[in-house]
């Protein structure tokens, strides 16, 4: 059993995993449409900034370089724009070749694989572990307080260890 700690301070997938990337065909912002979007801070324990998810569903580092994407359709992006993973409507997540690695449920639980609750994230966008601790959040940007899917996506990515590299 990996400690959790190390696991969520996977939210160091934004710090460490962030190395901007130099492929043409690499995840960039889209462009600007006029529309604001929501950005939703992703921060660990302690409350410091480690990067962000945008209304577009990218990923970023605590530098501002996209690590990754999260695209409508549930498919999960790296940072070259390579399928990682996905996220199906029904809350599975999938590795690149589709076999299932956890799950998101509808309360906010997050489970592995074989179905053991890992942690969970609130209302509120706090990410906690198996047994209730704080070990991040993901400070919602849209107006209406409530997270979006990318953010609940991104939660539970860290939660089970699963963001792009």
Known sequence: MMKRTGILMGIAWLGTIG????NPTAVQA???????RQVSDVRDRNGSYVGSIDGYGIMRDRNGSSIGSLERDGTIRDRNGSAFGSMDQDGIVRDRNGSSVGSLDRDGTVRDRNGSAVGSIDRDGILRDRNGSSVGSIDQGSMGGSLSGSDR???ALILLNRLPR
Do not use: H, K
Request: hydrophobic content about 30%; charged content about 5%; cysteine-free.
């Open 19 to 22: 190395l901007g990337a130099s």
């Open 30 to 36: 889209a462009p600007y449409d006029g529309q604001i």
């Open 153 to 155: 996506t991104t939660g």
